[in-house]
């Protein structure tokens, strides 16, 4: 078993840095317009020959109301009839691609995102998984990871068993905070029995797993008042946790400019949230498997991460990395082979150049070697906590020492500094590393200096 992680606040000081999430290498900030359709429908021809499994990523941007600390890609209306275009155009998406792959494609994880996709009636949502099935090999026996987010205020027990009737085991519930007056300053009135009752139901109809997100770092919060939540949060024991960090960034994201700035929590109260957070969630049994997740022992991602088979993608933690991922939607991302590949992020444009039999391919890029590499070693540090060299070296035939001669200073001081422990062999990060794990990956990003890092999150 994994070491405990331990607190350094020194450390935690000295290397929280802004640098990515690394849910792709290289990240999308170098996504370029030079990558467009044909290059994907290569890339799906690739897929087809040979015959990889897929996961596929559905987007759904429509929200009934605003909350003000999201960074997410949405559509904010109260007029359901504004999804009747968008799902028109998504099924004419899905159709486009899935004639490009092979039906023996077994589709082994399927996620809805958004957005809330529960925004969408029972029949929207009954018609756009026929239209899945009809077009994708879908698993009819449960075997499959099918999951959907689910705010509690957009869900009953009738939407949660239609769900599971549709083929959906798994669901992660946006909750955030339990505390009126923190959920009144960011517009999510959100009430424990709401999220106790769609959890309740999940149980009840048997759903696989249950996920809950959290975030620390929002106004009103302080240490006790997020520990109360933490510790309702506990009693309502869900199968994984994410806890993050919220990024208060908003000159590029227009609705947290409604968040009042003198009622975010100082630095060192939102270290001391994470550090309760932390010692609250260990001592209940959970695992920190990394970058803000939790989970129990016997979950899949804790036991991924026990056998170093635990792999990452634009859907966070998974253990379907070895899959080619599909993304249907205004914005979403696709990885298929070494494409990265990302839709239009405007919905009249994502909506009118699939109105044109067109897909809306508007971004990507092309993996090289080096990228390859460094992709490689940072999949290993950020989801194993382990870095064998030979590994490396055998599969991209390579000297790791001479590839990476120029780090070898950067990676002595971390060494020096507690962080990681650095042989000739291999990179372990140690129990004062693993929260600043992120910070151990950007020192083999190759893009990072060329970088504003004003665009990205801090690690801690």
């Known amino acids: ?53 897929l996961s596929l990523y559905v987007h759904v941007p429509f929200c009934a109301n605003i909350c003000y600390y999201c960074a997410c890609n949405k559509v904010i209306t109260k007029d359901r009839g504004r999804a009747l275009p968008y799902l028109q155009r998504l099924e004419q998406e899905i159709q486009l691609i899935a004639c490009h792959l092979d039906p023996g494609q077994k589709v082994e994880q399927l996620h809805f995102g958004g ?60 909750l955030q905070d339990l505390d009126p007056a923190v959920q009144r300053a960011v517009n999510r009135l959100q009430s424990l029995e709401e999220t106790r009752a769609v959890i309740e139901a999940a149980r009840t109809l048997q759903f696989r797993s249950i996920n809950i997100d959290l975030i620390y770092g929002l106004p009103k919060q302080t240490p006790d008042n997020f520990a109360r939540t933490v510790e309702e949060v506990i009693h309502l024991q869900p199968d994984r946790l994410s806890v993050f960090n919220y990024a208060h960034l908003p000159e590029r994201f227009m609705p947290q400019r409604r968040i009042n700035n003198h009622e975010l929590p100082e630095p060192a109260e939102k270290l001391q949230m994470l550090q309760r957070t932390i010692e609250q969630l260990t001592a209940a049994g959970y695992r920190y498997i990394g970058m803000d997740h939790f989970a129990l022992p016997d979950d899949e991602l804790a036991i991924a991460q026990e056998e170093s088979t635990l792999q990452r993608n634009f859907q966070g933690y ?17 990885q298929i082979g070494d494409l990265y590949c990302q839709n239009s992020s405007d919905l009249n444009q994502y909506q009118n150049l699939l109105g044109g039999a067109q897909l809306a391919t508007s971004r990507g890029l092309v993996c090289n070697q080096d990228d390859r590499v460094r992709r490689a070693v940072i999949q290993q540090l950020i989801c194993n906590f382990n870095l064998d060299f030979e590994a490396i070296e055998q599969q991209f035939n390579i000297d790791f020492r001479g590839y990476f001669g120029e780090l070898w200073p950067q990676l002595q001081a971390m060494a020096e500094d507690g962080l990681i422990k650095l042989s000739n062999e291999n ?34």
């Not at 929280?16 to 317009?33: I, K, N, W």
């Not at 239209?131 to 705010?151: A, K, P, T, V």
């Not at 990956?441 to 890092?453: G, K, S």
């Open 427 to 460: 990179i372990e990060v140690l129990p004062a590393g693993r929260l600043l794990v992120r910070s151990v990956c950007m020192v083999f990003d190759a893009y990072l200096e060329q970088q504003n890092r004003q665009r990205f999150s801090r690690v801690i």
């Open 318 to 334: 998974t253990t379907h990395g070895h899959c080619d991922l599909i993304g249907l939607g205004v914005s979403a991302i696709s």
């Open 1 to 53: 078993m994994l070491d405990a992680i331990r607190w350094d606040t020194d450390l935690i000081r000295r290397y929280d840095l802004a640098g990515p999430r690394y849910t792709s290498y290289p990240t999308a900030v170098q996504f370029h317009s030079q990558v467009g359709t044909f290059d994907l429908l290569h890339a799906l021809r690739e897929s087809r020959k040979a015959l990889r499994p």
């Open 115 to 174: 957005g809330t996709p529960t925004f969408l009636s029972h029949d929207e949502l009954r018609q756009l998984m026929g239209h899945l099935r009809q077009h994708f090999n879908l698993l009819d026996d449960d075997s499959g990871d099918y999951g959907i987010e689910i705010d509690p205020r957009e869900a009953d027990w009738s939407t949660m068993g239609l769900l599971r009737e549709l083929g959906f085991n798994r669901v992660s519930i946006g």
